[in-house]
């Protein structure tokens, strides 16, 4: 089915609903008397339910109400929090998740998956609101009634001492045209209780002539005998806009009305209003108060002593403590609303059009502000360096609306954990920590995946059983940590566990089994933690539907890669292993750094750039011998950039490093490493739009993309993280051994 754009909605806002829902059922297993986090679930699924219901989704609103039925009698207290029950709960989220991605290909979900969970919802019944929807409901009709008089509010208010709520319904004039069948609320308030008495209200019917047969013009007054609360009422009509809804609750008192205020819409009503919606004022109570104060007022009283609020308590029409809430709840109101005004909410489809075209506008400046330069024109170089300076704003702008909170992803992890950790039969815990620290949206929608495998790999390598740590003196509930903070332009994201840790000599002994390596490959402590990322390496002693298949992390540090991101870990036996992510802020525009070998230009990332320098006599002889140079008492490895690249042509050689030319080294650094590449020329910082190289070029190594410079020349983006890895993986025992000869040379102040 095509799917036009408020179901598309619909379907956003609801995948966002069943995400805070997964999000307070996980906390409620950790809080079960919190009321809160049982009443936002419980909105999520009525939410849910009544917007299915507006685009006609029957089969997703007959299984949500079932879930909230059953979440109705929780908030009631009528049954208890469980952790069989928040199990249930989440499958039954899932399965509604399953229902709504469904809608585009008509998929109204597995029959024998929702008569399972329909069982053992069921199964948590009480059967105090467990009653089937009725097939038939009898309306009492009178087609000849006449509005609601005065006197009618007035009985409705005396009624509200009876045991039953009065309820005056005037639907919406686009109700029909919504989809909505009013049957349907009268079986809905049916579940709620028992309808007494309903009189149909022609009231707001037209003479036939103006009369369209698309419009509803129906009402009535409904007396309901029900313990639920009058919220629950009125959620059933919230979704039909243009209703008129008054619920006057049975005999109550000061808290009822206290909690009603609270849990009232965020809507920004008069004090008169708000009381009225509540059911401790009637139409005709302030419409008479409101009468006196401008009597009142044209008398030539002060208006500030004719306050609505002021006046109900004084007519002994509505108790001062419920004014004083009622006045509470308009302030947040009006604060929420204050502060909704500052956010917009924008298709993320259009936000990257945005950065597309800034990223043009960025090349483009870069063109312009090139030709100026051979240009005296001073008005023209000033005109051009302002544009240059809001454009750098704007850069900056665009860039700032993709970032977004990383904590959304870590709580998705919550749920893992729990699933995961009952059934490896281990006690679990999940802290954060950084949730707030931001990233490129784009960059987040990649990253999940490959966070899920290290997460499942730390629950299963990891973590111990609850009887292994009892022995070991640790605690029967592990913790696995999520950390997220900012480092120069890149996140850091890492993955802590208080596990066994990992074994350098059975990592070793596991590669040499498997010919990962050669029996007598000599690796540092790092090369050895870096086995994991083979292809097809495994610690795991069985195969499990978690892990062990050795698939996995080889693939997790291909992806970490192609976002231009480096992946480490560190470990020690017994104790708990750290792996870090660092991921660049954004794929999209970066502030980068120019510079030349023979004809061709490169960019730099510039936030990696650590120094520029020039060699000195000495510099360039141990470089030439040894790869390497001494730079403040520390060794820094160097990489000839076109002997690396092997730029040379026709069989002719590197240019051999003196003193007769200018030896340009720039100093990066990145996971703190640091080499040294030396290039022909240093031209300067530039704003770079990064673009993809294309698939023909996907195995290319040591390159995040390209860019178009202001000249018009394309430029190779440098992957600085995956250079140093290159470098440093290849000769990383050759630069260990120098490092222990420089320490040397140090003590002993000896040159070589």
């Known amino acids: 089915m095509e799917i036009d754009e408020n179901l598309q909605i619909f379907i956003s806002e609801g995948e966002e609903l069943l995400q805070d829902m997964e999000d307070s059922l996980i906390q409620l297993e950790n809080n079960k008397n919190d009321d809160e986090i049982i009443n936002t679930i419980f909105r999520a699924a009525h939410t849910i339910k009544g917007s299915a219901g507006l685009f006609g989704l029957d089969y997703i609103v007959s299984f949500t109400h079932v879930v909230e039925n059953l979440l109705d009698d929780l908030r009631n ?53 467990a009653s089937q929807e009725p097939e038939s409901i009898a309306i009492t009709e009178k087609s000849d009634a006449e509005p609601v008089t005065d006197d009618a509010a007035g009985d409705a208010k005396d009624s509200s001492q009876a045991d039953h709520y009065h309820i005056s319904l005037r639907l919406g004039l686009d109700t029909f045209r919504m989809g909505f069948n009013p049957v349907a609320l009268f079986r809905q308030l049916a579940d709620l209780g028992e309808i007494v008495e309903s009189a149909f209200v022609g009231d707001n019917i037209p003479p036939l002539d103006e009369l369209d047969s698309e419009s509803c013009y129906l009402g009535w007054e409904i007396a309901l005998r029900s313990d639920a609360k009058k919220e629950q009422i009125a959620e059933i009509f919230e979704f039909i806009d243009g209703t008129q809804l008054h619920v006057l609750p049975p005999k109550s008192q000061f808290s009822a009305y206290q909690h009603l205020i609270e849990q009232s819409p965020e809507d920004e009503l008069a004090l008169g ?42 007519q ?25 005004l500052n956010f917009v909410k924008v298709d993320s489809g259009k936000l990257d059009k945005l950065i597309n ?98 997460i499942r790999n730390s629950l299963d390598h990891g973590i111990e059983s609850p009887d292994e740590r009892a022995r070991k003196g640790k605690p029967a509930e592990g913790v696995i940590t999520l950390k997220a903070q900012h480092e120069a332009g890149y996140i850091t994201i890492q993955i802590i566990d208080d596990g066994k840790g990992l074994d350098p000599d059975m990592l070793y002994s596991k590669a040499i089994e498997k010919g990962v390596i050669n029996e007598g490959d000599k690796l540092s402590r790092q090369e050895t933690f870096n086995l ?221």
């Open 77 to 129: 207290c009528l049954i208890p929090v469980s952790p069989e029950l928040i199990t249930v709960l989440m499958r039954s989220k899932d399965f509604i998740a399953l229902l709504i991605d469904g809608i585009a290909n008509d998929d109204e979900g597995d029959k024998k998956e929702q008569e399972e969970l329909l069982h053992l919802l069921s199964a948590f019944k009480t059967g105090s609101s």
């Open 273 to 314: 209003q708000l009381l009225l919606q509540i059911g401790t004022l009637t139409e005709k109570e302030l419409q008479s108060v409101l009468n006196l104060q401008q009597e009142n007022i044209k008398a030539g009283m002060d208006p500030a002593t004719q306050l609505t609020g002021k006046l109900l308590v004084e």
């Open 316 to 340: 002994h029409m509505v108790q001062e403590e419920v004014v004083v809430e009622a006045l509470k709840k308009q302030s947040k109101v009006r604060e929420t609303k204050q502060q909704a």
């Open 357 to 454: 075209l800034v990223g043009e506008l960025v090349i483009n400046g870069a063109k312009l502000d090139q030709v100026s330069g051979t240009i005296a024109h001073e008005e023209l170089h000033e005109t051009i360096e302002g544009i240059t300076l809001a454009l750098d704003d704007l850069r900056s702008i665009a860039l700032g609306l993709r970032m977004v909170p990383i904590g959304a992803t870590f709580n998705r992890f919550h749920r893992v954990i729990r699933d995961i950790s009952k059934d490896l039969e281990k006690q679990v815990k999940l802290e954060i920590y950084g949730a707030e620290t931001e990233l490129d949206k784009s960059v987040i929608e990649k990253i999940g995946d490959p966070l899920m495998h290290l």
């Open 532 to 752: 994991i990322f083979a292809a097809g390496f495994s610690t795991a002693e069985q195969v499990s539907n978690i892990s062990g298949r050795g698939v996995g992390m080889d693939v997790v540090r291909r992806n970490i890669e192609s976002l231009r991101g480096n992946i480490l870990i560190d470990s020690t036996l017994g104790e708990g292993t750290t792996i870090t992510v660092q991921l660049p802020l954004t794929l999209a525009i970066i502030d980068g750094f120019n510079v030349r070998i023979d004809d061709e230009r490169y960019i730099f990332p510039l936030d990696m750039v650590n120094e520029c320098i020039t060699l000195t006599a000495s510099q360039v002889e141990e470089a030439t011998h040894h790869n390497y140079i001494t730079l403040r008492e520390e060794v820094l490895p160097i990489v000839h950039l076109k002997e690396y690249f092997d730029m040379t042509l026709d069989g002719a050689t590197v240019p051999v490093m003196d003193g007769t030319v200018r030896n340009n080294v720039v100093v990066v650094i990145f996971a703190n490493q640091k080499i040294g590449l030396v290039v022909d020329e240093l031209l300067g910082e530039v704003q770079a739009v990064i673009k993809p190289l294309g698939r023909i070029f996907k195995d290319l190594n040591g390159f995040a993309g390209f860019t178009i410079l202001g000249s018009g020349l394309v430029a190779l983006v440098l992957d600085i993280p995956s250079l140093i890895k290159q470098v440093v993986g290849n000769e990383h025992q050759y630069f260990e051994t120098m490092k222990k000869k420089s320490t040397q040379v140090k003590g002993n102040k000896v040159v070589h």
